[in-house]
């Protein structure tokens, strides 16, 4: 089957650096994808990642390992407004996109 | 960037009643978009591809009788939920991927609608 697994729950002071972490099991593979999302409203795009390495945009990273099945997102400087849901997801052989669960990040001041 | 806009943002209906909800992609033509349904502290349930000018395809599990979708033209897509039981209160957010960008491209979320059946 195809699976996306990500931890529920993360926190992180303000101004500090948090890794969130991805690993996938799908049927093919057509890139990944980091999302956020504030509570009560829809998600909105971070990042896509196809190639192995590492995507910088701002303060957030992306990274990708295809042979390990493995992404991770990097967010520097957190700031409160970064308190979300982040979410991973990889489209598989067949363009659609598989969903994980979401991880909670939780900022303290 | 591309923008989809969804409405009702929120909706609450009596039991047995039918809500529609609608998706507009506001400065690009999507053939297709998606129909998705979040439960509270869960993730992202895809619920069915809509094709523009043909039928939609559900996932395993959905009722299509129950959660009509219509396609109608390329910058609409229409799901309305049959009568409603109190356990299809959800969160239901609508994509459309810009065809511009290519199949690999950003998806483009509205702004979802949370329905409530009483």
């Known amino acids: 089957g195809q699976n996306i697994d990500q931890p529920t729950e993360m926190t992180a002071t303000e101004g500090a650096i948090v890794q969130i972490n991805c690993t996938y099991q799908?049927?093919?593979?057509?890139?990944l994808f980091w999302y956020q999302q504030h509570a009560g409203e829809a998600p909105t795009f971070l990042s896509y990642n196809v190639l192995d390495g590492l995507e910088e945009k701002g303060r957030f990273s992306s990274f990708l390992s295809r042979s390990k099945g493995y992404s991770y997102l990097l967010l520097k400087e957190l700031q409160m407004k970064d308190s979300a849901s982040y979410l991973c997801a990889v489209m598989d052989s067949n363009y659609q996109l598989i969903w994980g669960a979401g991880t909670k990040l939780i900022i303290k001041p | 960037g591309a923008v989809v806009s969804q409405h009702p943002s929120r909706v609450i209906c009596k039991s047995g009643t039918s809500v529609k909800i609608e998706c507009r992609s506001l400065?690009?033509?999507?053939?297709?978009m998606f129909w998705y349904r979040q439960f509270p502290k869960q993730s992202l349930m895809l619920m069915a591809t809509?094709?523009?000018?043909?039928?939609?395809?559900?996932e395993q599990g959905v009722e299509k009788d129950k959660f009509l979708i219509n396609h109608a033209s390329l910058t609409l897509s229409t799901l309305t939920v049959t009568s409603a039981h109190p356990e299809d209160s959800s969160f239901y957010i609508c994509?459309?991927?810009?065809?511009?960008?290519?199949?690999?491209?950003?998806?483009?979320f509205g702004e979802g609608s949370r329905l409530t059946v009483l």
């Open positions: 994509s459309a991927r810009d065809p511009g960008t290519g199949d690999t491209g950003e998806l483009f």
């Open positions: 809509s094709n523009e000018g043909s039928k939609a395809t559900y």
């Open positions: 400065d690009f033509q999507a053939t297709t």
């Open positions: 799908t049927s093919g593979f057509n890139g």
